[in-house]
């Protein structure tokens, strides 16, 4: 495939292009399959982002399920695809969790879960909690063991792929009509990083190498699930962090103002908790998610019946 564009950045040695003919933004030329798939097989979980998969105890895995079980966030996702979905199936896949363990909330509602995870030792993990697991890459799935999949899940996983267009086409032969998708992506070169480049003059500090290999944001998301027939539905975010960026903090460079960028997203979210204003709080990141701004993409979609 040829790869048009006109605008693009160096990056440590590396291209990222806004690639006219993909419709987001990605490293250029894109690495190879095979050293992509040993990435994730082998060493990410060690040298990128480590994770003490080895070390949990059997007592530490019932503690963990019990956390799981109180877990916010896991609960709000949940509510939002019994919200969303228009099948009256109970099915989930959810692709490169990693120590994500979303499948086992929803196991504990009674659904069907299936975990696609390509590294071993997380594929391990995920076992010990009884997850059903298939320890390979999404490229690496037949589409046809699956039936009735009601909600999948892609969580940090479209950003690390060498075609998202092939792995959301897979994602829609698995889904079933009125299914849900959930997507979560770095919110890259935003319009609030566009503006913090511009005005001090910076490079896209945000590029994260050699792992990242495309660089979405809301429209660019957007636009690629429907080139693949999906509707979306509902999106929202998490902590605007560029702004802090346009204001003046530049936490890349400070490590003084790195430590303090943690604790003031506390603060903010604690203040309106503290007097029981959650609904506020979604409220005001489903607002900024609509121009555009927020650190993360959380997108859903929904196909069609």
Known sequence: MEHKY????????????????????????????????????????????????DIFTEEQIKETKNQVMMDETYRSIYDKVVELKKD????????????????????????AEYCIEPSKDAAIYLERFGLTVMNRTLEEVDTTQFQNVSFVNLRFVLEHLTDPLEALQKVYQILSPGGIIRICVPNDFSEGHLAYMKHFQERPRWVCLPDHINYFNFDSLNRLLTKVGFNEVYRTTDFPLELLLMGGINYYDSEVQHQKVGPFIANFQGSLMSIDRREILNNFYDSIAKVGFGRTVHMYAIKPL
């Open 6 to 53: 006109e605008i693009f950045w160096n990056c440590d040695g590396h291209t990222v292009i806004d690639c006219q003919s993909c419709g987001f933004k990605h490293v250029y030329p894109l690495p190879n399959q095979n050293e992509v798939d040993k990435l994730y097989k082998e060493s990410y979980h060690t040298d990128i982002k480590p994770f003490p998969y």
């Open 88 to 111: 009256p199936y109970q099915d989930i896949v959810d692709i490169g969790c990693g120590n994500f363990l979303l499948a086992y909330f929803f196991k504990s509602k009674g659904w």
